[in-house]
Structure formats: structure tokens, C-alpha cells
């Protein structure tokens, strides 16, 4: 049975060598050089979506639109929401506020003059906002976003803001903060939105996950992915630790099939439709 109420379904459009846990074997300088697998990813993501009928929120990096312009073209041609996810992957608290100003301003632009949409919403690198680097909350808001979806009220050794909002809230006078979901049990805010955790449970768990939050509480709820996580053919990367192997190459030739299991049985738009009453 299809749970009648719309979430919000979001892509942070990176490859493979610009996510966090992987900086030291892939320094920006070398980006150039490493074969490109978001585009075939994303257009793949596209199929599906199409197949599907379902619109989302690509939040895209600077750096991929300028390299496939006319990807940018086809998200936005689809009908999909684009967004901003920074142009270079810098984590907020690794900038300063004038460094981050820069970045973000001239993603934004890019994807602007790529996609001839206006671009309203935006999600940090590594959910890095936190008590820490909130003044990013002013910059985001002075650049004209309308939202932004950059925390994650958990307990994670990379990221996290457990006591922060769970629901949508005003951060700043016209800004709307958009943290991810997470399902409260125990007293615990647990992680049911995606990423790593959608390929650590099996699908079961992740479905009943989010029909107890769709039970339980009014606001919709939030899924995001990236399109390496739908490419289990992408090149191995050497000299990672433990754990950072574990993380990213978990059940990647499961995704795919998963993905389209949450497709059927839940409702999913991009974050402008979903929120929209809140924006
Ligand atoms: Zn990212």
C-alpha cells in the first residue's frame, strides 16, 4: 500500500572522488583527471524517475555543472527542482565565512546561467552546519535561498546536530532550514533517510522505518542519495581506512533495485512541492 502523504526526494549530484571521506586521495587539483561517472549515473537516476513519474531535487555541485551543462539542461528539461550542494564540496567549518560566501555565490550562478532557472534551495556539503558554522545560516540568506536542507539532528562522527529541530523552522528572516528526517524511538533521534543507512538495512526495515515517522508525525519526511551510490561499476579507491571502505562501497549493486521498492510503495515530489506550505 502506497502512504498517500508526498516526501521530498533529493540527489546530491557529486562523483565518486569529491565526497568527503575520500579529500586526501582525490585532491582537487587531480578532479580533472579522474574518470567522470556522474553524469551516466545521474542520466540513469533519470530513467528511472521517469519511469516512475516521480520528480526530485537535484542538489548539484558547481564544479559538475560547469563540466555537464547539458545535464543541468535535462534536469531542469524533466521538470525536476535544481539546487545548490557549493561548487567545490568544501565542509563549512573547513572555510571561513568570506571563503564559503565565494563558493556558494559562484555556484549559484553557474547553475543559474547553466539551467536558466532560478535556484532557491541549497544543501551543505556533509550536512556540515552546525553550532559551530551557523553563521553560514546569514550567507545562504543574504544570496536570496529561500531553504535550505543542511542539518541532520543525529548522533554521526562526521556530522550531526542531535538537538537541533527535527521539523522545518525559520533559521533566519526569509531562510526555512529543512533538517533531514529521522524517526524518534527510545528517545533517540535514529537516521531513516538515506545515504549509507538506506544500503545498511535491509529494504524492509527502511520501509517500516519510514511508515512509523509517516504514522507518527505530520511533516513529511526526506530522502537523499548520490548517483555513485547507484554505480557499483565506479573505481575502487585505494588506501582508505576500514571504515570509510565499509561506508561507501556497502551494497551498492543493491541500491538501484531498492530505490525503485521506495519509488511503488511511498509518494515522493521535489522539496518546492513538498514544502511548499512551510515556504
Ligand atoms: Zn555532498
Redesign the pocket.
Known sequence: MTHRQFNALTI?V?DYF???AFSKQYPKETWDLQELRVEKSTRRILSIFEKHQVKATF?T?GWVAQKCPDLIKEIVDQGHELGC?GYW?NKINEQTPQQFREDLSLAKQILEQTSGVEVCGY?A??FSINKESSWAFDIINELGFSYSSSTYPINHDHYGTPDWPRFPYLVRDSLLEIPVSTLRLCGKNLPISGGGYFRLYPYLLSRWALRRYLLAESSPSLFYF?PWEIDPLQPRTENISAKSKFRHYLNLSKFEQRLECLLVDFNWSTMRDVYQKYL
Open positions: 546530491d557529486e569529491q565526497v568527503a542538489f555541485l550542494h564540496h544543501r556539503p556533509s548520490h
